[in-house]
């Protein structure tokens, strides 16, 4: 990842960036007709070949998006042949044209709603984020008479915002209730997902030769931009909160299966027969071999979050945690009640964080993740991935050298989650806790 740049923050760092305002309508459902990545793509709006002085926007970002973004390649690995099996494995005619695909493959707007340049091959494109542009596509490039503002109101979705950017990258990159890439979807062949929204925001806007936009003085003017560690912090809880929901929600109710299976750690099942390699922790409050948990990555992170910024709600996070891991061993009834109080928890948090507060405990919360995968704590693959890219984005911000020496060895350790050894991972956290010190 790029060093993060600590000029991108706000300029009032204090203002509290709520999550619990009401989101703007997800693209895919929006009332809007979308008009086609072609009609982005002109010479003088967002198709030149080199970025443009003297405009507020880079304007290269049809090319970057060809040339550099996987979203745009999304439809085309439908195509593939592990996605031909794929379909032939779960029954569908073609990968190509399934919904349950195409809704995060690919920007799949109603009928109704494509205009005569839309195509569905375009993978996800423009309007798969931005929001479809029948009433923006128009105006939204005559600054400053109209303001980005202005195009939010007329449909264009504001990614800027960590809620809705939220919203908008985990009904993919984890799901929700119109879509989610279920257990029997992976036993098919869909790789696990994983998510973290500062760490894959920058890896998106960085990728390639050009960023996909620049965060300087006029992006700031026009758009909010808090810190990476509040966008990490935020984006957690957002994933917590989104999968608490999940295990609450009705998608699942009649499947035979609940919580779905989909919503568990894949390596608490799949692991080598030959070992015996079942482990629990305090956390799982004393649940017995051949219990698999939850997957709760981003819970312990929550977790090492609150420790820094409030003890009182870390202690009741971490009760309400473990009763949810004890609940997933009885019933459908006590796990939901164990999900909504673990909700509330986060709810709870969600509330009183704030960019500066964030910010004022970087050191701290590095800390925390640290002591605890010194302590083992990371014994799954899922929590292991979750802690490095917290202790990267935090070094980073941090600008501490020392530590961004030894990032490499711990991204190695990470390579292969068929080879992860949770001994090794709390063996080089140890390194980095001693070298804290």
């Known amino acids: 990842m790029c060093k993060m740049n600590k000029n991108i923050l706000l300029l009032i760092s204090t203002m509290i960036v709520s999550l619990t305002v009401a989101a703007a309508t997800l693209p895919q459902s929006g009332i809007d007709k979308h008009m086609g990545v072609a009609s982005c793509a002109a010479s003088q709006c967002h198709g030149s070949a080199v970025p443009q002085d003297g405009s507020n926007v880079l304007q290269n970002e049809y090319v970057t998006w060809t040339q550099n973004d996987p979203h745009a390649k999304a439809y085309q690995t439908l195509a593939s042949d592990q996605s031909k099996a794929m379909a032939s494995r779960l029954g569908l005619r073609s990968a190509t044209t399934a919904k349950i695909c195409l809704d995060c493959h690919a920007d799949n707007a ?80 869909h790789p696990r997902l994983s998510f973290e929204l500062d760490t894959f925001t920058e890896l998106w806007r ?41 295990v609450m929600g009705p998608k699942f109710e009649g499947t035979g299966l609940f919580p779905e299976l989909g919503l568990y750690d894949c390596h608490a099942c799949h692991r080598s027969m030959k070992t015996v390699q079942w482990q629990a922790l305090s956390r799982h409050g004393g649940a017995g071999p051949g219990v698999p948990f939850l997957s709760d990555g981003s819970f312990v992170m929550i977790l090492a979050l ?60 590095l800390q925390q993740i640290l ?46 989650d068929e080879r992860y050894r949770p001994i090794q991972f709390s063996r080089l956290l140890a390194k980095l806790e001693n070298r804290e010190e």
């Open 110 to 189: 109603p009928l109704a709603r494509r205009g005569e340049r839309f195509q569905i091959s375009d993978g996800v494109g423009c309007e798969g984020c931005h929001g479809g542009a029948e009433r923006w596509l128009s105006s939204h490039y005559n600054v400053p008479t109209v303001s980005h503002a202005d195009s939010v109101t007329v449909g264009l979705y504001p990614t800027d915002r960590i809620a809705e950017r939220a919203e908008l990258c985990l009904s993919c990159h984890l799901g929700n209730d119109d879509k989610f890439a279920t257990h029997r979807i992976m036993s098919a062949g």
């Open 206 to 246: 960085t990728a390639g030769r050009q960023p996909h936009y620049r965060i300087d003085a006029d992006y700031q003017a026009r758009k909010t931009s808090p810190s990476h560690s509040y966008a990490w912090a935020a984006g957690l809880i957002a994933e917590g909160r989104q999968r608490l929901a999940l």
């Open 306 to 365: 609150a420790r820094s910024l409030d003890a009182t709600a870390a202690e009741n996070i971490e009760a309400a945690l473990t009763a949810l891991h004890i609940a997933g061993s009885t019933n459908i009834v006590e796990i939901r009640a164990a999900a909504g109080e673990l909700d509330d928890r986060f709810s709870s948090l969600q509330r009183r964080l704030s960019v500066e507060s964030v910010q004022r405990h970087e050191r701290e919360i």
């Open 371 to 416: 002591a605890s995968g010194a302590a083992a704590q990371f014994i799954d693959y899922a929590s292991a991935e979750q802690a490095f890219m917290a202790v990267q984005m935090l070094v980073f911000e941090l600008s501490d050298t020392a530590l961004e020496a030894e990032i490499g060895e711990l991204a190695d350790s990470l390579q292969d």
